[in-house]
């Protein structure tokens, strides 16, 4: 089995900077990718950034150009710095990774148990 464990949420003034963490850990081979979803209260969850294996990034419009992610490999660990935070980008944000335990294994889905972030003065 795989855990992700997040770390970071809080509460910010519009305009201020959060980071979130999300360390993976347990039964891992390979990561082939992590990110972030987020849900907002009577919305769907939808994808906020991405970053494969490679280090290719994929960026919801929304957050392009304020938002980061980043990923430490010998950490097994996945970063979202978020800058220009808005009212909007309130939600609670999920970690997700596409992890495989073994060689022989198919890659799975894993979540984390979310971290809430509320932008508001």
């Known amino acids: 089995q795989v855990q992700l464990v997040e770390s970071g949420g809080g509460l910010v003034q519009p305009g201020g900077s959060l980071r979130l963490s999300c360390a993976a850990s347990g039964s891992i081979f390979v990561i082939n990718a992590m990110g972030w979803y987020r849900q907002a209260p009577g919305k769907q969850r939808e994808l906020v950034a991405l970053?494969?294996?490679?280090?290719?990034?994929n960026y919801a419009d929304s957050v392009k150009g304020r938002f980061t992610i980043s990923r430490d490999n010998a950490k097994n660990t996945a970063y979202l710095q978020m800058y220009s935070l808005k009212p909007e980008d309130t939600a609670v944000y999920y970690c997700?990774?596409?992890?495989?335990?073994?060689?022989?294994?198919?890659?799975?889905?894993?979540w984390g148990q979310g971290t809430q972030v509320t932008v508001s003065s």
């Open positions: 970053i494969i294996s490679g280090g290719s990034t």
């Open positions: 997700y990774a596409e992890v495989r335990a073994s060689m022989r294994t198919i890659p799975g889905d894993y």
